[in-house]
């Protein structure tokens, strides 16, 4: 059936996302507007980590959580990893009874599921000490999830505990690989849209099986960085509203990026020399009056396949060989939107102005915010300069391994505890 053309009204009608996007600009802006007309004293309020109030926030939750929570009841796992790495990026613990009881009700919930044992056995690792890291069951199970975060999930707990081995990653690469998107991002599962915790998972899975050198790192940086909106945050996909949580998953990426920028000056190099052969061979078929338009595929250099990588000290080595470069986001940026317009002053993070803090948010706002505060440093976990940490330095929150998001120092531990099993 026909259809009649837009009027001009009609044509220059916002859509839903405009209007949502202009709301959340307006919230931010005016966040920032005051900010910059209050006192010096004041400003330094609002910049300040409220550490004791999340502290108490978080371990309320720790303890009991209200009825609306029981739809999250699958989810226990993931809220004890939410709330316990949180609490350690501030640089506290939790007491001795609370933590014997997580060690208890995690060592109960031991299942064949890849997102809870993930967030399971980060917990464990995060409270550290012998029955905590013995508690954890090596045992891996047959199939499950089918998607980049399944593949991650997997591979990270496999790194961690020691177990990562060559059947256990066949074909996880070129899985991860078809997940790639024509933005440069990575999906869920092949034709899907490019999403930032997915990519980050992809990449992240890539780099702990050797084989981030197959995917397009040029074309993944440029989709990453490009989702740093004028809010100072990130978004999680192309077009979408800004979000704290995607200052890890995002923020976390480009921080991988930063270490892999080897093999993405080589990438460009190669598709700089394909590039220009192309138009050689294009202006030389012309000439000729031909038109086969010969293809070539480019081959990175990357894991030797003729031995087999060392899984087992790949995310080890990762972050010992560190080598400090500039970071590939505005860092100072990202603070400032998690601390202004994240930070609830009452204590707990949040996604965006005009949302209620969570303990998901809390998580992966203070996770960006240390991915931040040392993406300046020399080694991963030597103090950054003063000029990098926006507020006053007792911000400073504890190092991460950005692979895994558990504090360093405890990632540490537990690779010690298990390398001697």
């Known amino acids: 059936m026909a259809t009649s053309p837009p009027t001009a009204t009609e044509a220059l009608s916002p859509t839903v996302s405009q209007r949502d996007q202009w709301i959340v600009e307006s919230q931010v802006f005016e966040i920032y507007q005051l900010f910059a007309t209050i006192p010096p004293n004041a400003q ?53 009874e609370l933590e014997d009881n997580t060690i208890d009700f995690l060592n109960r919930c031991q299942m064949p599921h890849l997102a809870t044992t993930y967030a399971a056995v980060n917990t464990l690792i995060t409270l550290g000490g012998d029955k905590a890291l013995a ?72 780099i702990l099986i050797g084989e981030a050198n197959r995917l397009d790192l040029p074309r993944l ?24 949580c995607y200052s ?13 920028h080897s093999i993405i000056d080589a990438q460009m190099a190669e598709a700089s020399q394909f590039s ?3 138009d050689a061979l294009e202006e030389k078929e012309s000439l000729a009056g ?68 969570d303990h998901y948010h809390s998580c992966y706002c203070l996770s960006g915010l240390s991915i931040c505060q040392y993406s300046w440093s020399k080694r991963p976990d030597s103090p950054p300069l003063p000029k990098v940490v926006m507020g006053p330095y007792s911000n400073l929150l504890e190092p991460i391994h950005p692979l895994f998001n558990v504090v360093l120092e405890q990632y540490r531990e537990a690779r010690e505890f298990f390398a001697g099993l």
Request: aromatic residues 10%.
């Open 135 to 206: 508690s954890i069951n090596r045992w891996m199970h047959v199939e499950g999830e089918i998607d980049a975060r399944a593949c991650y999930t997997a591979i990270s707990v496999a790194s961690v505990l020691n177990i990562l081995d060559e059947e256990l990653i066949k074909n996880v690469g070129d899985f991860i690989l078809s997940c790639q998107t024509y933005e440069g991002g990575i999906a869920g599962e092949p034709g899907s849209e490019a999403h930032g915790g997915y990519t980050f998972c992809g990449l992240a899975a890539m």
């Open 44 to 96: 330094s309020i609002m910049l300040e980590v409220q550490r004791d109030k999340h502290i108490e926030y978080l371990s309320k939750g720790l303890r009991h959580l209200g009825s609306n929570f029981s739809v999250l009841d699958a989810n226990r796992p993931w809220l004890c990893y939410w709330i316990i790495h949180s609490i350690a990026l501030l640089g506290e613990f939790i007491d001795d």
């Open 290 to 357: 031909t038109s086969s338009h010969a293809s070539c595929r480019i081959k990175h250099e990357g894991v030797n396949e003729s031995h087999s990588p060392d899984f087992k000290n790949i995310g080890y080595n990762f972050i010992n060989e560190w080598r400090a470069s500039e970071p590939l986001f505005h860092s100072m940026a990202l603070q400032q939107y998690i601390l202004l317009c994240a930070q609830e002053q009452d204590g707990g993070l949040r996604d965006k102005p005009g949302k209620r803090r």
């Open 248 to 260: 890890f998953w995002q923020g976390g990426a480009v921080a991988l990026l930063q270490r892999l």
């Open 221 to 244: 940086l440029d989709w990453v960085v490009f989702r740093q909106g004028k809010e100072c945050g990130f978004q999680g996909r192309t077009n979408k509203l800004v979000d704290g």
């Open 276 to 278: 220009t052969i192309s």
